[in-house]
């Protein structure tokens, strides 16, 4: 069955970096979407980041944009979510998703498969 792993959080400074690692197994190969979510204390989960196997189009939340990027290791079934410049307001736990054809975007709803999540605290 697919089963996703997330792994990477801590506890960080204002402007510091940080990457998140997603790790798959399970799925079938014409998996499409692979993602990242995040959902703050009182606030509904929300679409970060996603991409399209093998390398199609990345979109980025507006809140994000310029500061994370997400990567894909096809070969190892994996990826990842560079955070740069982080701030106070992306404290949140942060969760990869996966899902097969059509791509599901950034719509958390979308996804079927999700891994456990991992904390990510930015400290002021």
């Known amino acids: 069955q697919e089963h996703l792993v997330e792994s990477g959080g801590g506890s960080v400074e204002i402007g510091q970096s940080l990457t998140l690692s997603c790790a798959a197994s399970?799925?079938?190969?014409?998996?499409?979407?692979m993602g990242w979510f995040r959902q703050a204390l009182g606030k509904a989960r929300e679409g970060v980041a996603a991409?399209?196997?093998?390398?199609?189009?990345?979109y980025y939340a507006n809140a994000v944009k310029g500061r994370f990027t997400i990567s894909l290791d096809n070969a190892n079934n994996m990826w990842y979510l560079h955070m740069n410049d982080l701030r106070p307001q992306d404290t949140a736990i942060y969760y990869c998703?996966?899902?097969?054809?059509?791509?599901?975007?950034?719509?958390?709803?979308?996804?079927?498969?999700w891994g456990q999540g991992t904390v990510v605290t930015v400290n002021s």
């Open positions: 991409i399209s196997a093998p390398d199609g189009p990345e």
């Open positions: 998703a996966a899902d097969y054809p059509p791509f599901r975007g950034l719509g958390p709803r979308e996804y079927q498969y």
């Open positions: 399970g799925f079938a190969s014409h998996r499409s979407s």
